[in-house]
Nanobody, 120 residues
Framework: QVQLVESGGGSVQAGGSLRVSCAVS????????MGWFRQAPGKEREFVAA????????YYTNAVKGRFTISRDNAKNTVYLQMNSLKPEDTAVYYC?????????????WGQGTQVTVSS
């Protein structure tokens, strides 16, 4: 049973930083891609960033490039999303996701989500 458990959300003022974490368990993830999605109120869930577990290759949506960094700690089986220079439009529930091979718009595994609120 694959489990993804997010933590680290919260509230911050614009320009501030937060780091969200995703603890991963239940199987070997060497051939998986881990990702972060977000859903703002009244909007569809959107892709934010992803990292290939095997070699650390990363990619981002344009809206967060240069501000957010995705990383993983193999020893801790944890994926992180470091968010800097946060903007009010980054306010959303952030979801960790895992998919085998390539990241999909509908990954197979999801976490429960963690709220990030950025005030102006």
């Amino acid at each position: 049973q694959v489990q993804l458990v997010e933590s680290g959300g919260g509230s911050v003022q614009a320009g501030g930083s937060l780091r969200v974490s995703c603890a991963v368990s239940g199987r070997t993830f060497s051939n998986y891609v881990m990702g972060w999605f977000r859903q703002a109120p009244g909007k569809e869930r959107e892709f934010v960033a992803a990292i290939r577990w095997s070699d650390g290759y990363t990619y981002y949506t344009n809206a967060v490039k240069g501000r957010f960094t995705i990383s993983r700690d193999n020893a801790k089986n944890t994926v992180y999303l470091q968010m800097n220079s946060l903007k009010p439009e980054d306010t959303a529930v952030y979801y960790c996701a895992a998919n085998q091979g390539l990241m999909s718009a509908s990954p197979r595994h999801w976490g429960q989500g963690t709220q990030v609120t950025v005030s102006s």
